[in-house]
């Protein structure tokens, strides 16, 4: 039997995840945001959600879309605020989710190093800001760091380019951003493509992402396009 | 210190001019962050005579000038999240490897805006403390480029000194400004105080004094 994480089906995608799970969601802005996925979530109904992501939605599409719907009690980003990110202004206005605030590369430096079995590590990035408060901190060389801790998850979304069966991923320029790591931190990461290629058509030297860090593929053909999508008024569900 | 003092000043430096001032200073070959705003126009103002290499946070080094219309790629965009392009020879790679370009120390300099900086190179430029607090990558690249430039007016928008003794803002980072270009001055951090490298032609050095906390000198 070969294997094939290749699936038809959205809802089997989706199907482990469970109400309070960590759910990473790779992209930047809106580049490289697996929209189809995060709208498969909502369908999904799975709520009391950690998200960790760079951002926290723009308009009622995707990330949007899910903080919106109420499905997420937590964020953890390092950027929050976004003139069309009025679903997550709305209910921080109003005390109603969480915010931890975690600088841009410490935010990927912690994805990367859940991914790689490492529980902590030291950093010169937020030493002396309030960013520091509670932080062990330690001097090496005359110079002061701070401890910060990995952060795994249960579940990543992630939107690639192209992906073969075994879970080779290529991603488009600069939408790879968060997501290959954060196919290496969480227990399962669940994949969206645009295309799929056949495991010879995969050039070795050009995978980004190998297999193993990939647990389940679905093919999106044409991907919503974020911008458009709101500047159409886009509503989902 | 009085408003009315303020009213009296002759113009300082145009943007550009800043900019420009700051385009002469990142030497051939160097590896550089241009900030969202208004560092940004630092890029226009490189002369002939060196190649600089933009990187941006998101996973690009090797960055090109705004796309034409017809060319916007919604997978190819900046940090501040617009439409760019990459020019040959750039590359992309994953979010962790372009923040060890900055945490690693590989980037040469880095140009950010600046709400405050104190006299011992402290900078505020994240948050006013009101609104949902957004630190994006300024905390990185404050810590980790060698040369930390900071582009800004003088004086705030209220005509207060954003050159401080100490911040009243929360930090970016603490001790890590290299250098100030101001409207007014281009001002190196060091031990003595605020030490002007460049002074506004239309400003003289007393003045510069009674809008900047912390010694000012030549």
């Known amino acids: ?237 | 210190m009085t408003n009315n003092n303020l009213a009296k000043v002759e113009k300082g430096w145009e943007r550009g001019v800043i900019a420009s001032k700051i385009a002469n200073d990142l030497p051939h070959a160097s590896y550089v962050n241009l900030g969202i705003g208004m560092p940004e126009l630092v890029s226009q103002y490189i002369k002939e005579d060196r190649e600089i290499i933009y990187h941006s946070e998101n996973g690009l080094l090797g960055m090109g000038p705004t796309p034409n219309e017809n060319e916007i790629d919604f997978d190819l965009i900046n940090a501040g999240k617009k439409p760019v392009t990459i020019l040959p020879g750039g590359s992309f790679c994953h979010h962790a490897d372009s923040f060890s370009m900055i945490r690693g120390g590989h980037i040469d300099y880095c140009v950010l805006g600046a709400m405050e900086i104190s006299i011992d190179g402290d900078l505020a430029n994240w948050s006013t403390g009101k609104g949902i607090p957004a630190v994006g990558g300024a905390m990185d690249l404050v810590a980790g480029a060698k040369n930390v430039f900071v582009m800004t007016q003088h004086l705030t928008k209220e005509g207060k000194p954003k050159l401080v003794k100490k911040c009243t803002l929360p930090l970016t980072g603490s001790g890590v400004v290299s250098r100030v270009y101001s409207d007014y001055a281009v001002l190196d951090i060091t031990k003595e105080g605020f030490k002007v490298i460049e002074l506004n032609e239309n400003i003289s050095l007393e003045y510069l004094q009674t809008v900047t906390e912390g010694k000012v000198y030549q």
């Open chain 1, 1 to 237: 039997m070969q294997i094939n994480k290749i699936k038809t089906d959205i809802s089997e995608i989706l199907s482990d995840v469970f109400d309070g799970a960590t759910i990473m969601v790779g992209g930047f802005g809106e580049a490289g945001s697996p929209i189809e996925l995060l709208h498969g979530l909502i369908d999904h109904g799975a709520k009391d959600l950690t998200i960790i992501a760079n951002n926290s939605g723009n308009g009622r599409v995707g990330l949007g879309a899910l903080i919106g719907q109420k499905k997420v009690k937590k964020v953890i980003c390092s950027f929050a605020r976004s003139a069309k990110g009025i679903t997550f202004q709305e209910l921080y206005n109003k005390g109603e989710i969480e915010l931890e605030v975690v600088p841009q590369g410490t935010l990927a430096e912690r994805i990367r190093a859940a991914g790689s079995g490492i529980p902590a590590f030291y950093t010169a990035t937020a030493v002396g800001t309030p960013l520091a408060i509670g932080k062990e901190e330690k001097v090496f060389n005359g110079k002061k760091y701070i401890l910060e801790e990995a952060l795994n998850a249960d579940f990543a979304l992630v939107k690639a380019d192209v992906a073969d069966r075994y879970g080779n991923l290529t991603f488009n320029k600069t939408a790879r951003n968060f997501n290959p790591i954060m196919c290496m931190a969480a227990k399962q990461s669940l994949i969206q493509v645009s295309k799929l290629i056949e495991p010879h058509q995969t050039n070795p030297e050009n995978v980004i992402t190998p297999g193993i860090f990939v647990k389940k593929i679905i093919q999106i053909e044409k991907p919503i396009i974020e911008t458009n999508a709101i500047e159409e008024g886009m509503i989902y569900p």
